[in-house]
């Protein structure tokens, strides 16, 4: 190869590498605002907490359906065609999402024509980002087959860099508590669209290369049968735990701390992904002192202690201390998870890959959302209940939900209590005053209550990894595989 081919093939390999993260930045960042604007739905729509948990729900259902699909297509027509399909359908998706203020109208249709064209618009934006997922991981892979690890960490710091931006919107622009000026949420919803066209143009004319296993000839068949390995399965559980807890949780952390810390919270999501964001791009040396999975325990002890102490702690101080712990157990959970799938697993190619973000995606569209939604529900409710039934039959929703085999439940009506927050303190009469001291604390005692029965789930996945470390160690090691290197792999 010619001094002018290779700098040609590392400018493309830069350029595509670039690309990927934009489109994790327009995750993150569309990620980032939603959660922020949350209360702006349920206000203007009525949504109970489930309603509000089933439509961001229904978007990573939309990925975790479409990521296994395209994984299976990227290995069989390639990368290109695929990325601009995601490309069309985030541009799709922004138009929806909007389109429920003008098919609400008045409120005459009712919110269920409003749920829908959010969820439709949820549901479409899931399917771009699953297709961009399924692509990029192994193409990542691909592009740094020596340091897999590494750029998969500093590939999804994109991730936190969009939650970065799109909580500082949400900080100064978002809801009634908007900190600079309170800019509807239609208008915010479509900034995403900016790092969207940036990506298209990164990608333009460039040249994709096969994935790590088709290149090394592994046939279609010798792909699936990847999917028989005991580990992998397990690998697979322990990854729908952590789409449970990491997506799940910042589904709903802003929403919840609302209440604890006001305009503040905002303030705590955006300090968590900045630990995410910077500490991603040292996952490589860290894992040169201790093996991927010694850094997946120790994260899953961190996360479990930050979200027990979320739901507990009431002071400042004691917030920020457990916002920080929880911050840096969830940082390297998903890049690593891939990474290790990657090592273990390269015949697999897209399709293992595919699976780990697709298993993650609908663990947290069908358990984490709904599920810590209707945690909230279920303990706010039954607070008010026992400490303040008067105000429980006030407020409470003619909608019932249930969740898995649990019982269904009535929540409280999000336009009701949305309409009593949002009144200044003068034009509250002396019982609306009570009411709202008592809907707060409702709240808050159903979200923390709904963060301490979560952390279970991170306690569950440090288990899991210590198992593995054993299994690994009984085994002589863990060893990171390279195709048509297998008697030469690295060993940790």
Known sequence: MSAAQSTAVVANRKRLFVASFMTLIVAGLFFGLRASILGDWATQFGFTKSELGAITGGGFVGFGVVILIASA????????????????????????????????GDGSAGNEAAFWMLYVGMFMFAIAWGICEAIINPLTATLYPEEKTHYLNILHAGWPGGLIIGGLIGYFFASGDANLVHVRWEILVALFLIPTLIYGYMLYGQEFPLSEARAAGVTYSNMLKEFAAPVLLFLLFLHACIGYVELGTDSWIVNIMQNLIAGNAF???????????????FAGPIVHRINPLGLLFVSAVLATIGLYMLGSVATGVAIIAAGTIYGIGKTFFWPTMLAVVSERFPRGGALTLGAVGGIGMLSAGLLGGPGIGYKQDLFATEYLQEEHPAVYQEYVSDSQYGFLVFPEIAGLDGAKVGALLEKSPAELSASESEDRAALREASIYGGQSAFRWTSLVPLTMALGFLLLLLYFRAQGGYKAIQLGKEDDATGY
Not at 73 to 101: D, N, P, R
């Open 73 to 104: 297509l990227a290995e069989k027509i390639g990368y290109a065609a695929l990325m601009w399909v995601a490309f069309v359908l985030h541009i799709l998706s922004a138009v929806t999402t909007i389109a429920a203020t003008p098919i609400y």
């Open 267 to 281: 303030l705590l999501f955006i300090y968590t992904s900045s630990l995410m964001f910077v500490l991603r791009f």
